[in-house]
Every structure is written in structure tokens, then in C-alpha cells.
């Protein structure tokens, strides 16, 4: 079972927005914390986006002002809602959440399989 599903990627023009979505399967214990990172054809993964479970949010200087993070503690899920979309956001973003599936368990990180975002005209 894949821990985290990613959907909304795909094709945007400059200026566009897009959605993503991520849901954790299976059954959660507590979530400590949600996020978003990206990762460009030949750079290194940056994170993007952070949400704890107060919902206090954190974003990269680079999205400030554009993406809103937002989660749903009940069902699991992280969204990343992406305005005034630029090509240079054109990366493969990936999900991660923080979580244990039962009282006893350490927390563990887990990442979605990536959904590519392009950002083109």
C-alpha cells in the first residue's frame, strides 16, 4: 500500500494556477506534519511548503505570496493550491507527511511519488 497519493500535476500557462492533492492511506494515529517539495531537471529537492498540526504554515521565499498550503486533518490530506504560476516553478512536487499509525510508534516521514508540474506557454 502506497503510504501517499499525490494528484492535480500536470500543464499550466504563465500566470495559470494549479491544485495538488495528497492523501496518507491507511490508518493514522497523528499527523506532527504536513509539506510540499519540488525538485527541477538537474537541481536538488527544495522544500516549498510546511503545515503543522496547529496549522501554522512556512513557505520558501520563492512561493511567498502565490501557494497556500492547507490540510484536512480528518481526511488525511495536504493540499497545495498554486496561483500565478511561473515556468521556473516547472519541477516534479512531492508530498510529505509526518505521522504514526499507532500510540507506540516513532514518527516517520513519508514521501508521494511525485507529480510534475509544467509551466509553459
Known amino acids: 500500500q502506497v503510504p501517499l497519493v499525490e494528484s492535480g500535476g500536470g500543464l499550466v500557462q504563465p500566470g495559470g494556477s494549479l491544485r495538488l492533492s495528497c492523501t496518507a492511506s491507511g490508518s493514522i494515529f497523528s499527523i506532527r506534519s504536513m509539506g510540499w517539495f519540488r525538485q527541477a531537471p538537474g537541481k536538488l529537492r527544495e522544500w516549498v511548503a510546511s503545515i503543522s498540526r496547529d496549522d501554522r504554515t512556512n513557505y520558501s521565499q520563492s512561493v511567498k505570496g502565490r501557494f497556500t498550503i492547507s490540510s484536512d486533518n480528518v481526511k488525511n490530506t495536504v493540499d497545495l493550491q498554486m496561483n500565478s504560476l511561473k515556468p521556473e516553478d516547472t519541477a516534479v512536487y512531492y508530498c510529505?507527511?509526518?505521522?504514526?499509525?499507532?500510540?507506540?510508534?516513532?514518527?516517520?516521514?513519508?514521501w508521494g511519488q511525485g507529480t510534475q508540474v509544467t509551466v509553459s506557454s
Open positions: 510529505t507527511m509526518t505521522f504514526k499509525r499507532a500510540l507506540g510508534d516513532s514518527w516517520t516521514a513519508y
